[in-house]
């Protein structure tokens, strides 16, 4: 356990589905990421969350919507996705501000499969 | 937007020996940092070296960084087979945003 925990670890669906990523951490972190991994790509940065506040969407199509209702939890909510959408979906967590020197903390991720 | 390229994509050592990754970078930047995943896991943070340092240690693992060439290197010493997995190195430069971009990742197969 890193402290980064994600729900559901993996998750089928259709594409006329609405399903949603949860992402918790008790680090005490202000940051919150969501990265999109797929294969023979480098890691995708989606979304920042800085003290709940979102400050980056990186040109992300709007079937993602992401949710942070406190600096706690980050929700990646999904719906009308594409077969390519299909990846893995890493959450990270950071320090930010002062304590920015500092890795960050990924989950384990959720496995995606859009059908 | 891709930042940091690793090399050699893929390497192929045998428990004992070393294993050299490098990464190079387009931009400034105030720290690189390095991680490991292990096969469709989450990443663990290994090492973070700012930018102005030009070594840094901790374990097996050893980091060099040349801001003039805009390049790392990642050093593990005496391989293990349970060092198996991907290696990514990963910049950020606060300046725009404070986002970490990661590389590619080089994939590392140590075989007993």
């Known amino acids: 356990e890193t402290g980064v925990t994600q729900t559901p670890r993996h998750l089928v669906m259709g594409m006329t589905n609405k399903k949603s990523l949860k992402c918790e951490q008790h680090l005490g972190h202000n940051a919150m990421y969501w990265y999109k991994q797929s294969a023979k790509k480098p890691l995708e940065l989606m979304f920042v969350?800085?003290?709940?506040?979102?400050?980056e969407n990186n040109s992300v199509p709007s079937r993602f919507s992401p949710e942070c209702p406190n600096s706690s939890h980050l929700f990646l909510h999904l719906h009308t996705l594409q077969p390519e959408d299909s990846a893995l979906y890493l959450c990270?967590?950071?320090?930010?501000?002062?304590?920015?020197?500092?890795?960050?903390?990924f989950g384990s991720g959720t496995r995606l499969t859009v059908v | 937007s891709q930042q940091g390229e690793e090399d050699p994509q893929a390497l192929s050592i045998q428990e004992g020996e070393n294993a050299t990754m490098n990464c190079s970078y387009k931009?400034?930047?105030?720290?690189l940092q390095w991680y490991r995943q292990n096969s469709g896991r989450g990443l663990v943070h290994l090492i973070l070296?700012?930018?102005?340092?030009r070594e840094k240690h901790s374990g097996r693992l050893r980091v060099t960084l040349d801001t003039s060439k805009k390049s790392s290197s990642l050093l593990i010493t005496a391989s293990r087979a349970a060092d198996t997995a991907s290696y990514f190195c990963?910049?950020?430069?606060?300046?725009?945003?404070?986002?970490?971009?990661f590389g590619q990742g080089t994939e590392l197969s140590v075989k007993p």
């Open positions: 931009t400034s930047i105030n720290n």
């Open positions: 969350y800085n003290f709940k506040e979102q400050t």
């Open positions: 990963a910049t950020i430069d606060y300046n725009q945003g404070g986002k970490l971009i």
């Open positions: 990270a967590s950071s320090g930010g501000g002062s304590n920015r020197d500092y890795g960050y903390t």
């Open positions: 070296i700012r930018s102005n340092e």
